[in-house]
Nanobody, 124 residues
Framework: QVQLVESGGGLVQAGGSLRLSCAASGRTFNIYTMGWFRQAPGKEREFVAAISRDGTSTKYSDSVKGRFTISRDNAKNTVYLQMNSLKSEDTAVYYC?????????????????WGQGTQVTVSS
């Protein structure tokens, strides 16, 4: 059973930055597309960013494009989400997820393993 453990969340002022990390157990990390999703109170979970197995292809939601950067280190079984120029509307629980898709996907239904989430709160 794969485990995904997020870290790096916290409270930050608007305009600030945070870097989220997601550490995965197992030895086959590099065969999976990885993604970040978020869920704000009272809202549905939404796609944030995803990255291909080798890290050469990425996709972002329009709301974070240009501000967030997803990356991965396959040697460390870790995927990152660098979040800059944070806004109050970025406040949410952020989830790391793993997909067996061979291409970068954005639908939550394509991701079968999920972490517990880490809270990000942006104060205005």
């Amino acid at each position: 059973q794969v485990q995904l453990v997020e870290s790096g969340g916290g409270l930050v002022q608007a305009g600030g930055s945070l870097r989220l990390s997601c550490a995965a157990s197992g030895r086959t990390f590099n065969i999976y597309t990885m993604g970040w999703f978020r869920q704000a109170p009272g809202k549905e979970r939404e796609f944030v960013a995803a990255i291909s197995r080798d890290g050469t292809s990425t996709k972002y939601s329009d709301s974070v494009k240009g501000r967030f950067t997803i990356s991965r280190d396959n040697a460390k079984n870790t995927v990152y989400l660098q979040m800059n120029s944070l806004k109050s509307e970025d406040t949410a629980v952020y989830y790391c997820a793993r997909s067996g898709a061979s291409v970068v996907v954005t639908s939550s239904s394509a991701f079968r393993s999920w972490g517990q989430g880490t809270q990000v709160t942006v104060s205005s």
